[in-house]
């Protein structure tokens, strides 16, 4: 790790996600906003000695344990990345959506055996059941979406399996979402799992560096900062939800008001061009399917905002979309990223 870069070179990874669909999987959410989010709290979890019962409460569902879950699906690899930081590897029966992002180098090799049950979509509700799960992990509640052929939570829960949804992506939390929801999902995993120690360190990892952006950013004067999404020749604001988060974490001044009315049923919004120009970021974030994605991003920012702030500074930068994604250990990456090109000088 050099003085510029706060990521494990392990962790850095940019293969092409299929970011269209998983766009498309977010906005049809039932989202409301809340302030009092999703119910899970860090101290949530039973974390007494194996044997006992473990209870959590998760999206507004009180889930109990009596025996260790042991055949284990993510839903996503953000999801399967955290089961394999915890140590859970071995009782993973199976992963999904694959294709959406890959996995860090440094755990790939872990997840090369485990089986694969989709590639960009949540898997068909047979695919799932197929391998019998008893515990089933997900970003959202998009991936129980009966409706969409995938298995329902009531299905699961019919078939002897539990749900747990990443805390940020519950429909009543993620407008609000924060960065620091992943520390729940981290703690409630690690009881419900018993792997209470590896819960421990890897919450502590999370902490120091976020801890480390923080006392390095401390005191400076903070840019502003717009948020988008392009597809095409479309445009879309990001005002809430963890994405919001992460740019407030990273110190930057969110030029969209995550309490304007625009943002009050999702986090993005389609807006003109003007809406930008209007507002003269200094920077402009942008998550990315991929490097032809990110360059096709890049012209149309430059060739549109030829006078804006942030392109005529070049700060221009661009994430992994999958490291915007509810409860995952890359919504630590993209603060550190976004604070190093913000604050060059700090790091």
């Known amino acids: 790790m050099t003085g510029n870069d706060l990521r494990p070179a392990s962790r850095r990874r940019f293969r092409p996600l299929k970011l269209s669909t998983a766009w498309a999987a977010l ?29 959590v409460t998760n999206c507004g569902r009180e889930l109990t344990f009596d025996t260790t879950p042991s055949s284990l699906v993510g839903l996503m690899p953000s999801q399967t990345e955290l089961l394999l930081r915890l140590g859970a590897g071995d009782s993973i029966v199976g992963q999904a959506q ?13 997840a090369a055996d485990i089986p694969v049950l989709s590639a960009d979509a ?17 970003p959202t509640e998009y991936e129980f979406t009966a409706e969409q052929g995938f298995a329902g939570i009531d299905q699961l829960n019919e078939n002897g399996a539990q749900a747990y949804v990443a805390t940020g992506g519950c429909a009543d939390r993620r407008n609000t979402a924060e960065v620091a929801d992943v520390l729940t999902d981290i703690a409630d995993l690690g009881a419900i799992l018993d792997l209470p120690d590896a819960a421990e360190e890897l919450t502590q990892d999370v902490e120091n560096r976020l801890a480390a952006v923080e006392d390095a950013i401390s005191g400076s004067a903070q ?17 809430a939800g963890i994405e919001a988060d992460i740019i407030r974490t990273a110190g930057g001044d969110n030029v969209f008001d995550p309490d304007a009315p625009e943002f009050a049923d999702f986090f993005a919004a389609q807006i003109n061009p003007e809406e930008i120009i209007s507002r003269e970021p200094d ?19 430059r ?19 999958s490291d915007l994604y509810p409860g995952a250990l890359g919504n630590i990456d993209a603060v550190e990223a976004i604070a190093q090109e913000l604050y060059p000088d700090a790091f």
């Open 122 to 138: 949540p898997p068909a509700r047979e695919d799932l059941l197929a391998v019998a799960p008893d515990f089933v992990v997900a």
């Open 27 to 55: 906005a049809v959410l039932p989202l409301a906003l809340t302030a009092c989010g999703s119910g899970v709290t860090a101290d949530s979890a039973d974390t007494e000695a194996s044997g006992q019962t473990v209870a």
């Open 283 to 301: 920077a402009i974030v942008f998550g990315v399917s991929g490097p032809e994605h990110e360059e096709e991003t890049r012209e149309y920012l």
């Open 223 to 239: 840019p502003t900062v717009a948020q988008v999404y392009v597809e095409g020749n479309t445009l879309s604001a990001i005002g």
């Open 98 to 110: 694959t294709e959406v992002s890959a996995l860090p180098d440094d755990i790939a090799d872990e």
């Open 303 to 321: 060739s549109t905002f030829p006078d804006v702030p942030a392109v005529e500074g070049d700060l221009l930068i661009a994430l992994p979309a």
